[in-house]
C-alpha cells in the first residue's frame, strides 16, 4: 500500500548547522506533497508545500524539491535556530481519494546553542 | 476566526466508559478530517467529511468508534466502551476545495486516557 519513510531521529545539531531531513513515499500518482510541523505544546501547522514534479517549497528558510523519479521530498535547511527545536512530519496527500494526509513517523530535531 | 478548535483538551476515562470529542473547523472549510496519533508516531487517518457527509473511514476504526458532522459544521468523534488501548491523542482538521494541493488546518488535539 501507500506509504511515507522519515529518517528516523532524533537529530540533534548545533545553532547554524545545515539540516536535511529525508522523505520517500511510495505513490499511484502524482500527490501535493507537504511537510508540517509540531512545535512543542502546538498543534500540527503546514511548514511548506508542493504540488507537482520539480516544484521547490520554502517557508521560514526551509526548501524541499518535489522529485518525482526518486519519489523524495527532502527537507533542507542552511542554518537551523534554536527556535527550529520541532518534530517535522512528511506528508503526502491525494491518496485513495479525498485528499488525505499519510503522515510519516516524524523526524524531531533539537537544536543546542 | 481563531483556527481549528477541539474539545476537551484532555480526557481521562475508566475503561469501558463512553467519551465524546468535539471539533469546530474554520468556517467555510467544507472538509473535515479526523486522526489519531499515538506517541512517537505521526498522525493516522481515521475518518473524512465532506459537509455532512462521512466519504471515508479507516479500517482503524471499529465499531466502537462513530463521527458524525451535522449541518457540515462542528463535528463529534465518539468512542464507546474505551479501551485502554484508545488512549492516543484525537486531532482534527478542516481544510477548503477540492484540490489535494489545499493546507490542512489543524487543531490542537482531545488528549484521551483510558485508566
Known amino acids: 500500500g501507500n506509504s511515507v519513510t522519515q529518517m528516523e531521529g532524533p537529530v540533534t545539531l548545533s545553532e547554524e548547522a545545515f539540516l536535511t531531513i529525508n522523505c520517500t513515499y511510495t505513490?499511484?500518482?502524482?500527490?501535493?506533497l507537504f511537510w508540517y510541523v509540531q512545535y512543542p505544546g502546538e498543534g500540527l501547522q503546514l511548514l511548506l508545500k508542493?504540488?507537482?514534479?520539480?516544484d521547490k517549497g520554502s517557508n521560514k528558510g526551509f526548501e524541499a524539491t518535489y522529485r518525482k523519479e526518486t519519489t523524495s521530498f527532502h527537507l533542507e535547511k542552511g542554518s537551523v535556530q534554536v527556535s527550529d527545536s520541532a518534530v517535522y512530519f512528511c506528508?503526502?496527500?491525494?491518496?485513495?481519494?479525498?485528499?488525505?494526509?499519510?503522515f510519516g513517523a516524524g523526524t524531531r530535531l533539537a537544536v543546542h546553542p | 476566526d481563531t483556527g481549528v478548535s477541539q474539545n476537551p483538551r484532555h480526557k481521562i476515562t475508566k475503561r469501558g466508559q463512553n467519551v465524546t470529542f468535539r471539533c469546530d473547523p474554520i468556517?467555510?472549510?467544507?472538509?473535515l478530517y479526523w486522526y489519531r496519533q499515538t506517541l512517537g508516531q505521526g498522525p493516522e487517518f481515521l475518518t473524512y467529511?465532506?459537509?455532512?457527509?462521512?466519504?471515508?473511514k479507516s479500517r482503524l476504526l471499529s465499531d466502537r468508534f462513530s463521527a458524525e458532522r451535522p449541518k457540515g459544521s462542528f463535528s463529534t468523534l465518539e468512542i464507546q466502551r474505551t479501551e485502554q488501548g484508545d488512549s492516543a491523542m484525537y486531532l482534527c482538521?478542516?481544510?477548503?476545495?477540492?484540490?489535494?494541493?489545499?493546507?490542512?488546518?489543524f487543531g490542537q488535539g482531545t488528549r484521551l486516557t483510558v485508566v
Open positions: 482538521a478542516s481544510s477548503l476545495g477540492r484540490a489535494g494541493d489545499t493546507e490542512a488546518f
Open positions: 505513490a499511484t500518482g502524482y500527490p501535493s
Open positions: 508542493a504540488t507537482k514534479a520539480d
Open positions: 506528508a503526502p496527500s491525494g491518496y485513495g481519494g479525498y485528499n488525505k494526509l499519510i
Open positions: 468556517s467555510e472549510h467544507n472538509r
Open positions: 467529511f465532506q459537509n455532512e457527509a462521512q466519504l471515508e
